[in-house]
């Protein structure tokens, strides 16, 4: 499995922008496609948005549509999620996981995903 470490999660106020960034380690980033969820104080983990392997396809959730957008660069082994226009209710932790099944490669589930990160929390407050 590969490793994951995110970084860049921090306090930010209404309407403001972050971008956090997800580090791989142990096998190549390129064998994966990569995702990124979420999860509030109470609530369920939830889904925000999807990239493939190749970084060509990107699917989101439709409440950060617009807003949110994932990258990666696959020979630095990094993924990438910006955030803009950030609303309060984005406050959350926020995970990225990596799915090495080609075949669920844009799955919304999370039981799709068998490597995860520690999480990064966002906070937007003013």
């Known amino acids: 499995q590969v490793q994951l470490v995110e970084s860049g999660g921090g306090l930010v106020q209404p309407g403001g922008s972050l971008r956090l960034s997800c580090r791989a380690s142990?096998?190549?980033?390129?064998?994966?496609?990569m995702a990124w969820f979420r999860q509030a104080p109470g609530q369920e983990r939830e889904f925000v948005g999807v990239?493939?392997?190749?970084?060509?396809?990107?699917y989101y959730a439709d409440s950060v549509k617009g807003r949110f957008t994932i990258s990666r660069d696959n020979a630095k082994n990094m993924a990438y999620l910006q955030m803009n226009s950030l609303k309060p209710e984005d406050t959350a932790v926020y995970y990225c996981?990596?799915?090495?099944?080609?075949?669920?490669?844009?799955?919304?589930?999370?039981?799709?995903?068998?490597?995860w990160g520690q999480g990064t929390q966002v906070t937007v407050s003013s």
């Open positions: 996981a990596a799915n090495g099944d080609i075949n669920t490669w844009s799955s919304s589930w999370s039981s799709s995903y068998d490597s």
């Open positions: 142990g096998r190549t980033l390129s064998s994966y496609a």
């Open positions: 990239i493939s392997r190749s970084g060509v396809s990107r």
